[in-house]
C-alpha cells in the first residue's frame, strides 16, 4: 500500500524568485505613479512585506494551536493578505486603489468601513513597543501607495503571491536578492546613498569588533540595516542552545532610524535575514538629552554610519552640551555613541564612519576630540581609499574604533591602499571586503609598517585633538586623489603662505619702528 504524501508547497528556485521580482518590477515600470527604482523599490517592499506577515501569521497560528495557547492576530480580516490579495482574480481596478489608499472604502468582503492603509495606521499593540502591530502602525504611516493603475497594482499582487515565505531557503535566496535592490535603489538616486554603506566596509567592522552573543549591538542611525544584518549574521552560527536562539532574537539587535522610507526598507531586510521582531526605533536617536542616558541605555557594540554634513533643529541641539553644540550631524551622533557605550567592567567598544574634516576639526569638533582621547581608548584609525562612497560621496572618510577601557594612550593608524592598477572606485567597481585582508591580519598582531604607524596620544594633545596624522612612510598619491581635495589643500597651502607673509610683514613692520 502506498504511503500517504504530506502536501506542500512546491518550492520556488532562486531563478524563479528572480523572474518574480523582475516581473514585479517590470510591471511597475507601466505605472505612471511611479518613477525609477526610487519609487519602485517602496512600493515592492510594502507589498512584500504584507505577504511575509501573513505567511508568518499562519505558522505562529498553526503553532499556538497545536499548543493549545489562545493567538490574536497583528491584522485582522478583511486585511489580512489572504483575505484580499491571496486569489488572484480578487479585487482590482479602481476597488482596489480605493480600498488601498481611501480612508474609507468598500472591503473585499462587501462591507464599507476603513480603507487599507488607514487600518493598518491605527494599529495599536497591547503592549508597550515591541509588539508586531506597533511596527506595523509606524512602517505604513510613513509610506503611501504611489501606484495609480489598481489592475498593474493586481498583476504585481498576483507575481508576489508567488513567493512562499513559509520557505526558509526562499527566504534567504529573497534577503540576497532584497540586498541587491537596496543597492540599486543607492544607485537610483543620490540621496537614496545614505540609506545604505558599502557592504565591505560593514562586514569589515562587524569582523573586528566581533560581537559576542548575549552582547546588545546597536546602530543608531541604522539605514536599510547594512550593519544590524551583519551584526546577526555574526552572531547566528554562536547560537548553540533554544536559550541562544531566545537571546539572539530578542536582546541582540536594536536600532533606529527616523526617516520613514528606510525604516520601512530596515524592517525588511531583517526580516528577511531571520529576525523576527526587529527592534528599530522611528525616532530621532539625538531627541533623548544625554544627561538622561543611564547604565540602561547603555550598549557593548555599536556599528553605524551616521549622517554627515546635515544640520538638526534646536530642540536637538539642546540634548548637548553648550560648549559641544554643533550643527554637523556626524558630531552630535559621535557623542551620543559616546555616552551609550557600558561602562567597565564590561566597556563597550565601537565602529564608527567619520568624515575627514572630524579628523582635523577645530573649536567644538576639537572639544568632543578631547573627550574621546581623555575619557575613551581611541585605538585605532582606518583611513580607507579616496572614493570608497563614490559617487554619493567624494568626501574622504575614516573609520574610528574605540571603547570604553579608559583614556586612550597611542592611537593606531592603519591606510588601506587602493588594488594595484585601480586609479578609483565605482558604483559598478567598489571596495571588496577581500581588500581588508591585509588590514584584518594587522589587526591581530600589529606592527608598523608602511600602511600602519602608531602615535602617542601626547602628540595628539599637543597638536590641539588634531586626528589627521598622514602616514610618514608614504609619498601622497595625487594621481588618486579627486580633483576637489587637490584643489582644497592648494587653498590650504596658499592660505597659509599668505599667514606666513603677514607675520613676516608684521615682524618687519615692528623692526622699522
Given at each position: 500500500?502506498?504511503k500517504r504524501?504530506k502536501?506542500?508547497?512546491?518550492?520556488t528556485?532562486?531563478?524563479q524568485?528572480?523572474?518574480?521580482?523582475?516581473?514585479a518590477?517590470?510591471i511597475?515600470?507601466?505605472?505612471k505613479?511611479l518613477?525609477?527604482?526610487?519609487?519602485?523599490?517602496?512600493?515592492?517592499t510594502w507589498?512584500?512585506?504584507?505577504?511575509?506577515?501573513?505567511?508568518?501569521?499562519?505558522i505562529?497560528?498553526?503553532?499556538?494551536?497545536?499548543?493549545g495557547?489562545d493567538?490574536?492576530?497583528?491584522?485582522?480580516?478583511p486585511?489580512?493578505?489572504?483575505?484580499?490579495?491571496?486569489?488572484?482574480?480578487?479585487i482590482?481596478?479602481?476597488?482596489?486603489i480605493a480600498?488601498?489608499?481611501?480612508?474609507?472604502a468598500?472591503r473585499?468582503?462587501g462591507v464599507?468601513g476603513a480603507?487599507?492603509?488607514?487600518?493598518?495606521?491605527?494599529?495599536q499593540?497591547?503592549d508597550e513597543?515591541g509588539?508586531?502591530?506597533d511596527?506595523?502602525?509606524?512602517?505604513f504611516r510613513?509610506?503611501a501607495?504611489?501606484?495609480i493603475?489598481?489592475y498593474?497594482?493586481?498583476?504585481v499582487v498576483?507575481?508576489?503571491e508567488?513567493?512562499?515565505?513559509?520557505?526558509?531557503e526562499?527566504?534567504?535566496?529573497?534577503?540576497?536578492l532584497?540586498?541587491?535592490?537596496?543597492?540599486e535603489?543607492?544607485?537610483?538616486?543620490?540621496?537614496s546613498g545614505?540609506?545604505?554603506?558599502?557592504?565591505?566596509?560593514?562586514?569589515f567592522m562587524?569582523?573586528?569588533?566581533?560581537?559576542?552573543?548575549g552582547?546588545?549591538?546597536?546602530?543608531?542611525a541604522?539605514?536599510t540595516?547594512?550593519?544590524?544584518v551583519?551584526?546577526f549574521?555574526?552572531?547566528?552560527p554562536?547560537?548553540?542552545?533554544v536559550?541562544d536562539r531566545?537571546i539572539?532574537?530578542?536582546?541582540?539587535?536594536?536600532?533606529?532610524?527616523?526617516?520613514?522610507?528606510p525604516?520601512?526598507l530596515?524592517?525588511?531586510?531583517?526580516l528577511?535575514?531571520?529576525?523576527?521582531?526587529?527592534?528599530?526605533?522611528?525616532?530621532?536617536?539625538?531627541?533623548?538629552?544625554?544627561r538622561e542616558i543611564?547604565?540602561r541605555e547603555?550598549?557593548?557594540?555599536?556599528?553605524t554610519?551616521?549622517?554627515?554634513g546635515?544640520e538638526?533643529e534646536?530642540g536637538i541641539?539642546?540634548?548637548?552640551?553648550?560648549?559641544?553644540?554643533t550643527?554637523?550631524?556626524?558630531?552630535?551622533f559621535?557623542?551620543?555613541?559616546?555616552?551609550?557605550?557600558r561602562?567597565?567592567p564590561?566597556?563597550g567598544?565601537?565602529?564608527?564612519?567619520?568624515?575627514?574634516?572630524t579628523?582635523?576639526?577645530?573649536?567644538?569638533?576639537?572639544?568632543?576630540k578631547e573627550?574621546l582621547?581623555?575619557?575613551f581608548?581611541?585605538?585605532?584609525?582606518?583611513?580607507?581609499?579616496?572614493?570608497?562612497?563614490?559617487?554619493?560621496?567624494?568626501?574622504?572618510t575614516n573609520l574610528?574604533?574605540f571603547?570604553?577601557?579608559?583614556?586612550?594612550r597611542e592611537?593606531?593608524?592603519?591606510e588601506l591602499?587602493l588594488?594595484e592598477?585601480?586609479?578609483?572606485?565605482?558604483?559598478?567597481?567598489?571596495?571588496q571586503?577581500?581588500?581588508?585582508?591585509?588590514?584584518?591580519?594587522?589587526?591581530?598582531?600589529?606592527?608598523e609598517?608602511?600602511?600602519?604607524w602608531?602615535?602617542?596620544?601626547e602628540?595628539?594633545i599637543g597638536?590641539g585633538?588634531?586626528?589627521?596624522i598622514?602616514?610618514?612612510?608614504a609619498?601622497?598619491d595625487?594621481?588618486?586623489?579627486?580633483?576637489?581635495?587637490?584643489?582644497?589643500?592648494?587653498l590650504?597651502?596658499?592660505?597659509?603662505?599668505i599667514?606666513?607673509m603677514n607675520?613676516?610683514k608684521?615682524v618687519?613692520?615692528?623692526?622699522?619702528k
Amino acid at each position: 500500500m502506498a504511503k500517504r504524501q504530506k502536501a506542500q508547497t512546491p518550492l520556488t528556485t532562486a531563478q524563479q524568485l528572480g523572474s518574480i521580482i523582475k516581473s514585479a518590477r517590470d510591471i511597475m515600470r507601466k505605472d505612471k505613479g511611479l518613477n525609477g527604482d526610487l519609487d519602485r523599490l517602496p512600493m515592492l517592499t510594502w507589498i512584500m512585506f504584507l505577504k511575509f506577515l501573513d505567511d508568518m501569521e499562519q505558522i505562529r497560528e498553526q503553532k499556538a494551536l497545536l499548543a493549545g495557547k489562545d493567538f490574536r492576530r497583528a491584522i485582522e480580516s478583511p486585511y489580512r493578505w489572504r483575505d484580499w490579495a491571496a486569489k488572484p482574480d480578487g479585487i482590482t481596478g479602481d476597488e482596489l486603489i480605493a480600498f488601498v489608499n481611501n480612508d474609507e472604502a468598500v472591503r473585499p468582503d462587501g462591507v464599507r468601513g476603513a480603507g487599507l492603509f488607514a487600518y493598518l495606521r491605527g494599529l495599536q499593540g497591547a503592549d508597550e513597543g515591541g509588539d508586531r502591530r506597533d511596527v506595523i502602525a509606524t512602517v505604513f504611516r510613513g509610506i503611501a501607495n504611489r501606484m495609480i493603475n489598481g489592475y498593474l497594482l493586481r498583476d504585481v499582487v498576483n507575481k508576489i503571491e508567488g513567493i512562499h515565505f513559509t520557505s526558509s531557503e526562499e527566504i534567504h535566496t529573497l534577503s540576497h536578492l532584497y540586498e541587491s535592490m537596496l543597492k540599486e535603489m543607492r544607485d537610483a538616486a543620490g540621496d537614496s546613498g545614505e540609506f545604505y554603506t558599502t557592504r565591505a566596509v560593514v562586514r569589515f567592522m562587524v569582523e573586528v569588533l566581533d560581537p559576542r552573543l548575549g552582547e546588545t549591538a546597536l546602530d543608531p542611525a541604522c539605514g536599510t540595516g547594512g550593519f544590524l544584518v551583519e551584526a546577526f549574521r555574526h552572531l547566528e552560527p554562536q547560537c548553540r542552545t533554544v536559550e541562544d536562539r531566545r537571546i539572539l532574537q530578542g536582546q541582540s539587535i536594536v536600532g533606529g532610524e527616523a526617516k520613514s522610507l528606510p525604516f520601512m526598507l530596515a524592517q525588511m531586510n531583517l526580516l528577511l535575514h531571520g529576525l523576527e521582531s526587529p527592534q528599530i526605533s522611528p525616532g530621532n536617536s539625538l531627541s533623548l538629552p544625554l544627561r538622561e542616558i543611564g547604565d540602561r541605555e547603555r550598549v557593548d557594540v555599536i556599528l553605524t554610519n551616521p549622517p554627515f554634513g546635515g544640520e538638526e533643529e534646536r530642540g536637538i541641539l539642546s540634548n548637548f552640551p553648550e560648549d559641544k553644540q554643533t550643527a554637523e550631524t556626524a558630531l552630535l551622533f559621535l557623542q551620543l555613541i559616546m555616552r551609550k557605550l557600558r561602562r567597565p567592567p564590561n566597556p563597550g567598544r565601537a565602529g564608527v564612519v567619520v568624515p575627514n574634516g572630524t579628523l582635523f576639526g577645530d573649536g567644538v569638533c576639537a572639544r568632543i576630540k578631547e573627550e574621546l582621547v581623555r575619557e575613551f581608548n581611541l585605538h585605532t584609525i582606518v583611513r580607507l581609499p579616496n572614493g570608497v562612497f563614490a559617487p554619493y560621496t567624494s568626501i574622504p572618510t575614516n573609520l574610528l574604533f574605540f571603547d570604553r577601557s579608559g583614556p586612550t594612550r597611542e592611537i593606531w593608524y592603519y591606510e588601506l591602499p587602493l588594488p594595484e592598477g585601480r586609479k578609483q572606485y565605482s558604483k559598478t567597481a567598489p571596495i571588496q571586503f577581500e581588500e581588508f585582508a591585509d588590514c584584518l591580519t594587522w589587526w591581530k598582531n600589529r606592527e608598523e609598517n608602511t600602511q600602519a604607524w602608531r602615535v602617542p596620544v601626547e602628540y595628539v594633545i599637543g597638536d590641539g585633538y588634531n586626528l589627521d596624522i598622514k602616514n610618514p612612510n608614504a609619498k601622497q598619491d595625487f594621481e588618486h586623489l579627486p580633483p576637489e581635495q587637490i584643489v582644497e589643500d592648494i587653498l590650504n597651502k596658499e592660505h597659509r603662505i599668505i599667514e606666513l607673509m603677514n607675520e613676516i610683514k608684521q615682524v618687519f613692520a615692528g623692526s622699522i619702528k
